[in-house]
DNA sequence: TAACTGTATTAGTTATAATAGTACACTTGA
DNA sequence: TCAAGTGTACTATTATAACTAATACAGTTA
């Protein structure tokens, strides 16, 4: 499904969560798609279950995904309601990362560029 | 000189090289200004001096400030150079949290907006 | 020279990440 | 029904990282 880096420092759970946090926002994984079981997925990239249940934990808490006992882990349904604070936060992460943008010399050009790709194309699928 | 958050769980030295960077980035520190002292900041946040030098290395790591032996920790002058490889990595983060933004319901003409301020105001000073 | 600066080293404590093994409850399909 | 697969919980152990602490050394400045 995807590969680790076990040497990057980041913690393997983590990227197990930001691997399908990617998966899922660009809708490569649908709604109501079944992930892997835990125990498949522990036995796919050599590592114990109980690492993949924390990640799938973390996704549950974000609200990424939910879980059934006895069936499986599914993607959610992307969320109709917004949540203001989460939209405040991202604003403010982009101010961040824009400004640090400019500051390694990433151009004002450049910027519109990247943004307007992605607003037409609506976020949607890959990169 | 600011506030640490001690229960965030993220680490004191990161929240540091974090406030600096940000300080440096905005310029609100200039160019040559000292940093305090590694004994002065730690007293001041009442933690300890290693954990400040280990920020400072990070920052100096960064090429955000140069330390000299005896002196003190000084601002790096913005670097005129235009490093490709930062270069690629932000446009990289920016597609990331740009489709997490629409992800999470941020508008497309709130992120217009923020940018275009960003943009317009040459990413100076204050945010 | 005294007082300040950055830097280095060693040690110890605490917290987190990851592994390992086991157990329980639920769902599904033969 | 029941076996196999599912999520979940718990305890224990090891390894690593973060942080504190104390001390020492080297350079700068007035």
Redesign the interface.
Known sequence: MFELDLRSGKPIYEQIVDKFK?LI??QVLETDEKLPSVRELAQQLTINPNTIQKAYRELENQELIYSVKGRGSFVNA??AQ??PQ??KH?????????????????T?D???S??EN??QN??GSD?
């Open positions: 990617e926002i660009n992307i969320s917004v949540d989460k939209v991202m604003q403010e992460e982009l101010k961040k990362l824009l400004t640090e943008a400019l500051f390694v010399g990433v004002a450049e910027i519109r990247v943004v992605l607003l609506g976020g990169a």
